[in-house]
């Protein structure tokens, strides 16, 4: 079957064929894939930077899809961590990281969504309980996970919602996807803190994408800059593109209540991500959130890899 390959960790995937992958036990089935996302947790898998790679080439990227069984059934599914990834016209499923989708659903729609917005959507309802009126500030709101942050925010409940980030054209479009305020990361350390305690100062709960230098400025401002410091703050790291590590200064647990913590596989069950898919998937399929994907076919796939794509948008291969 015809797939997209990694044959080395510093070059893009290219089109290949490989041998299609045979079912194993009695819970795994053989799909037609629909749609496969490229996100950046692709791109990690694909490079062999991201933490669960075991540097294993070749590979098929690819970490989830929407695929078709043989009986005509449609299956949002998630790829166990292994090198036969999802961006091929096959792939093997495992029918406990599935979830069935009604006949009408937009496949790329989901293939595009579900990805980014499962971080938010799961970190919202299985790490913390979201408070009632809750103000939220979303770091890093201009990628295409932060700009569905910013949406399943208002929509899971927050009072009010603030985008942070630097692209100054993606910033633009965000309070008409639900924030009500936006701060530019751009700028010396001192002018983005000054900013970043102005308008997010009091926020109950910080959705971060970036970690690294920006979560450290980031930190000291919203902590320097809150009235009440007794005030619950819980921080949730998502991701890590400004940095793989922080400093963290004593002090800051000391006098404030802030809770850290991560959000993602191992943080959260399977069993429990999978548990939130089927209504986030209701939602996308729905029309909640505003959605752009730039489908191509997977015979594209070094184009796919490195071509600029406009604000919001995520490509979808389709094989």
């Known amino acids: 079957m015809h797939a997209a390959v990694v044959h080395s960790f510093d070059t893009p995937p290219r089109y290949d064929t490989v041998d299609t992958p045979t079912p194993r036990g009695e819970r795994e089935i053989l799909v037609d894939v629909v749609a496969a996302g490229l996100h950046p947790r692709v791109r990690s898998s694909a490079d062999g930077s991201h933490y669960t790679s075991e540097g294993v080439l070749p590979l ?15 299956l949002y599914f998630v790829a166990p961590d292994t090198a036969l990834g999802t961006m091929a016209e096959q792939a093997v499923v495992d029918r406990r990281r599935a979830i069935a989708l009604p006949p009408d659903t937009d496949p790329v729609a989901v293939a595009a969504a579900m990805n980014p917005g499962m971080s938010s959507w799961v970190a919202l309802r299985r790490r913390i309980a979201l408070p009632a009126g ?24 927050a009072e009010r919602v603030v985008a942070a980030g630097r692209d100054p054209g993606r910033l633009a479009l965000l309070p008409g996807l639900g924030a009500d305020e936006t701060v530019s990361l751009s700028g010396g350390p001192e002018q983005v803190a000054e900013h970043l305690g102005k308008s997010a100062g ?8 970036l970690w690294g230098a920006a979560t450290e400025h980031a930190l000291t401002a919203l902590l320097t800059a809150r009235p009440d410091r007794s005030r619950p703050l819980a921080w949730i790291q998502i991701g890590s593109v400004a940095g793989p590590d922080i400093t963290l200064p004593s002090y800051l647990l000391r006098a404030a209540n802030l809770q850290i913590m991560g959000s993602g596989q191992g943080s959260v069950t399977t ?7 089927p209504s986030l998937a209701a939602e996308i399929t729905s029309g909640t959130f505003s959605i752009d994907p730039s489908p191509l076919p997977l015979s594209e796939v070094e184009r796919a890899w490195t071509m600029p794509t406009p604000p919001g948008r995520r490509v979808v291969l389709i094989p």
Do not use: F, K, M, N
């Open 60 to 74: 098929v990227p690819g970490i989830d899809a929407v695929g078709r069984t043989a009986e005509g059934e449609l």
């Open 134 to 157: 809750a103000r939220v500030l979303v770091l890093g709101a201009t990628g295409s996970a932060g700009r569905l942050a910013v949406q399943i925010a208002r929509h899971l409940g």
């Open 202 to 209: 009091d926020v109950d709960v910080v959705i971060d994408y």
């Open 271 to 277: 069993p429990g991500i999978l548990a939130e898919l």
